[in-house]
């Protein structure tokens, strides 16, 4: 079993930026690919990023890319997501989670198995 933890989330002007944190527990982080998903209310959860067990490969969902950056510190059992160029349509309850088969970067939310409980981000125009 792994137990996420989201931080950072917030209100932010349009433009701003804000760097979200997902703290893991357990030994085996470091083998799970790891992913960021949000859902704005009435919509669906959606891909926002994901990223490699290594840190050598990221995806990204084409509304973020170029603003968005995931990045990992497996020794801190740590992803991240720092938010530039924040939009008022990316404000959303931002969630991380983890992927236990860690060969392949997926980006469907029905293929992760492990979830934080969300932090909140709220852009406002």
């Known amino acids: 079993q792994v137990q996420l933890v989201e931080s950072g989330g917030g209100l932010v002007q349009a433009g701003g930026s804000l760097r979200l944190s997902c703290a893991a527990s357990?030994?085996?982080?470091?083998?799970?690919?790891m992913g960021w998903f949000r859902q704005a209310p009435g919509k669906e959860r959606e891909f926002v990023a994901a990223?490699?067990?290594?840190?050598?490969?990221?995806y990204y969902a084409d509304s973020v890319k170029g603003r968005f950056t995931v990045s990992r510190d497996n020794a801190k059992n740590t992803v991240y997501l720092q938010m530039n160029s924040l939009k008022p349509q990316d404000t959303a309850v931002y969630y991380c989670?983890?992927?236990?088969?860690?060969?392949?970067?997926?980006?469907?939310?029905?293929?992760?198995?492990?979830w934080g409980q969300g932090t909140q981000v709220t852009v406002s125009s």
């Open positions: 989670a983890a992927d236990r088969q860690g060969l392949v970067v997926r980006t469907q939310a029905y293929e992760y198995d492990y």
């Open positions: 357990g030994r085996t982080f470091s083998s799970y690919t």
């Open positions: 990223i490699s067990r290594s840190a050598g490969s990221t």
